[in-house]
């Protein structure tokens, strides 16, 4: 019985290739790097027809050699049932699923993922092998890794020391098995940090070494500017020196000045000589230094002194009495000024600041004032308003005039006006007695009115005074759209008495001599004749 069983065993076996072919060796799950080579095994027993691989599905092709896939061999002895695939330097399109089919017996291996390592390229660091980069700012220090699968781990290392604090990130590539990783390792370089070291390091299984560039940054900054002036205090018309000292990294591309703005062509050193005047007080002079990252802009000014400068000047003013006035005027000096308002003919100070104000004026308030400036030690300067103020005409006369009587006589007005007379204001009208007169003559009067640029000048002419003129009160009025002015006058009795005694002085002397002479005459005569002296 053993023996028939054995002998159908082997029938079964041998005679029916369906029945009895069966896997002695399969392919595995297997992992390669690229550029080896790798061997997938397939051996079937009790075998005889058509062998295949597929890969992905796809079948490679019936012959051993495997026409088209000049990397791809079948290996071993057919006729042992070896039907190995042997792939020659092993390359990423090669990274698939494999199987080995017994087509007639159909057979299939286990479905076998070849898994194809790829290492990463050399890391490239942007901007390397020497970064350039501005002091202060934030940069991303970014090293990029790709071609490698699976992605590349990206280590940082700055002078040797790792760096914790970089940002990873991958993506996949075209091909969709490879990917690309990016690391950032954000900094702010100061100006310390040039000439230092960073390392970027990638590995993967692929290359468990690993692979490294080094950068070395270059950290550069604006120019550092200090701006100095000498002497610091001067004179106006003195010489100055500007010195503009500069360190920068990269070296220094210029320098431009410029003094209120306006460049000074002529300037382009690290040093500037010039003549000051008061200007360069108000008006900052300005070295800006340039180099390819960027420009610094310093500004200095002088301390130079100089007496009062007029900054605003006062402006005249006419107000309606009743009304408030101000005047302003603005000076300038160096050391700071005092100022002072004064009105002219008092030496009282009216205010210390800017603006003097004049609450409702009078007309006494007319008149000039003077806005005088003081620097201390370094000069003086002052500046005349007037103030006019419209109001009542101003009648002046003197209280007591004279005039002989039987002779010519006359009596002065005089009109002081603001507004000016000639325009708003009246005649002047005198009244006397019961008599008005502005203009013209009457009886044995006659007024004359003479304009000037001091005012109206009125006068009343009495042909010949009599007693009784010289009774009365001349009442001098003249009045404009404010109000009336009145100026009164006496006219007093001009006495020919002074006159008299000197002509009566005169005579009585000469009596007196004549007197003398007859007496000298006559005691001569009678000392002549008696021989006696007599004083008188
Ligand atoms: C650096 O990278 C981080 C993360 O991508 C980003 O938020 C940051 O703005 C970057 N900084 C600079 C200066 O580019
Ligand atoms: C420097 O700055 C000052 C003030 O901001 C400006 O007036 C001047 O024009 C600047 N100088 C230059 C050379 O740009
Ligand atoms: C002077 O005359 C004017 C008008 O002519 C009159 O209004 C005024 O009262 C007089 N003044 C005096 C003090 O007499």
Known sequence: FMGVCSLLYLLIVFSHPLLSAYFSQQPQDQIVVSGQSVTLPCVIVGYRGMVQWTKDGLALGGERDLPGWTRYSLMGDPLS????????????????????????????????????????????????????????????????????????????????????????????????????AVSMLPIIPEDSDSGRTYTCRVLNPAAPAGRQTSITINVQHPPTVTLSVQPQTVT????????????????????????????????????????VDYSYFTDPVSCEVSNSVGSTNVSTLVDVQFGPRLLSEPKPMTVDIGMDAAFTCAWTGNPPLTLAWTKQGSSVVLSNGNTLQLKAVTQEDAGTYTCKAIVPRIGVAERDVTL????????????????????????????????PPDKIVSEPVWTFGDMSLSSGSSGRYEVQTVTSDHGVVSSLVLSETLAQDFQLRY??????????????????????????????GAVGGGCVLLICVITLVSLCCRHTGKGELNVV
């Open 475 to 504: 009442n001098c009025t003249a009045w404009n759209r404010f109000g009336t002015g009145t100026a009164l006058v006496t006219l007093k009795e001009q006495e020919a008495l002074p006159m008299l005694i000197i002509v009566g």
């Open 81 to 180: 049932g070896e039907h190995s695939l042997l792939i020659d330097s092993a390359e990423l399109a090669d990274d698939a699923v494999y199987e080995c089919q017994a087509t007639q017996a159909a057979l299939r291996s286990h479905r076998a993922k070849l898994t194809v390592l790829v290492p990463p390229s050399d890391p490239v660091v942007e901007g390397g092998p020497v970064v350039r980069l501005k002091a202060h700012t934030p940069h991303n220090l970014t090293c990029r890794a790709s071609g490698a699968k699976p992605a590349a781990e990206i280590t940082w290392y700055r002078d040797g020391e790792v760096m914790e604090t970089a940002i990873y990130s991958k993506t996949p590539m075209e091909d969709g098995k490879r990917e690309a």
């Open 236 to 275: 106006e018309g003195a010489k100055v020196l500007f010195i503009c000292s500069a360190t920068a990294n990269p070296e220094i591309t210029g320098y431009r000045w410029s003094k209120g703005g306006v460049p000074i062509s002529e300037a382009n050193g690290d040093s500037l000589e010039v003549t």
């Open 388 to 419: 006019t103020v419209n109001g009542p005409p101003i009648i002046t006369a003197d209280a007591t005039q004279h005039a002989v009587k039987h002779s010519k006589g006359k009596l002065e007005c005089r009109v002081g006006s603001s507004p």
